[in-house]
């Protein structure tokens, strides 16, 4: 099929931005040639995308891309409310960039901010903060993050479309002398697509606070945290194809 060609900045989900005047399906490839914005609500669909001379993608926090082929570059939104006490107003956040980014690379420092990255080996000492100037977040790993301000965090850099297992060795209930009650990792969504996984997994409620068991999609942006149930256990996220 020929190329479609996204040639007028704009909505990703207006047809007459479109070369062929339709917007792309699962099949089409996209040539994106000027400043495209998936806006919230938004499911964009791509066998494969590539990005020209002038084009660029904006992925607003709501919005979805599907798309088959790696190296795309595109810049991932994420709105953070700020937070209401010392307790209460959290995130749990990933980023879905190939490569690492620095939390100022991301608007992450801005205002009075905390960071901790989980580590399940370092029993009694899981949170730790990650306020240094060296860190880096990890693709598929998680994080929990609150802001003292309303901010937007801004992922920009090249993701992956192909399926992702991420594996990790995980301790289960009693397995370990030092850990005799239940072990969780953190885990982030490598897509900028909505995404499940293989096993159950916990969610932060709106309370900011409080686990809750879900088994909705994971947003591109948000990190959930799986319980043990195996030694060696591979966790495996996977797309959700709208």
């Not at 107003?89 to 905390?114: E, H, K, Q, R």
Request: hydrophobic share 40%; net charge negative; aromatic share 10%.
């Amino acid at each position: 099929m020929k190329a479609n060609a996204f040639v007028q900045a704009g909505a990703w989900n207006a047809s007459p931005n479109w070369s062929r005047n339709v917007v792309p399906t699962a099949n089409s490839t996209a040539v994106v040639q000027a400043a495209a914005t998936i806006p919230s609500g938004c499911v964009a669909v791509a066998h494969n995308v590539y990005l020209e001379q002038g084009g660029s993608i904006t992925i607003e926090d709501g919005g979805l891309l599907v798309h088959d082929n790696d190296g795309v570059s595109v810049t991932l939104l994420k709105e953070i409310i700020a937070y209401w006490n010392d307790e209460e107003g959290y995130y749990l956040v990933s980023s879905p960039l190939v490569d690492g980014i620095t939390p100022a690379s991301a608007g992450m420092t801005d205002n009075t901010y905390d960071l901790y990255a989980f580590c399940q080996d370092s029993v009694g000492e899981e949170w730790q903060n990650q306020k240094v100037e060296t860190f880096s977040l990890e693709r598929g790993k998680g994080y929990l993050y609150a802001n003292s301000g309303a901010t937007t965090l801004t992922y920009s850099g090249a993701v992956s479309g192909s399926a992702e297992a991420v594996s990790m060795t995980i301790f289960h209930e009693g397995d370990v002398a030092t850990a005799s009650r239940p072990r969780f990792v953190l885990v982030g969504n490598p897509f900028v697509c909505n995404a499940t996984l293989n096993c159950s997994y916990y969610r932060l409620g709106d309370d900011g606070k409080t686990l809750v068991v879900s088994s909705d999609p994971i947003a591109p942006g948000e990190a959930v945290f799986v319980r043990a149930t195996s030694d060696n256990a591979t966790v495996t996220f996977t797309r959700i194809v709208q």
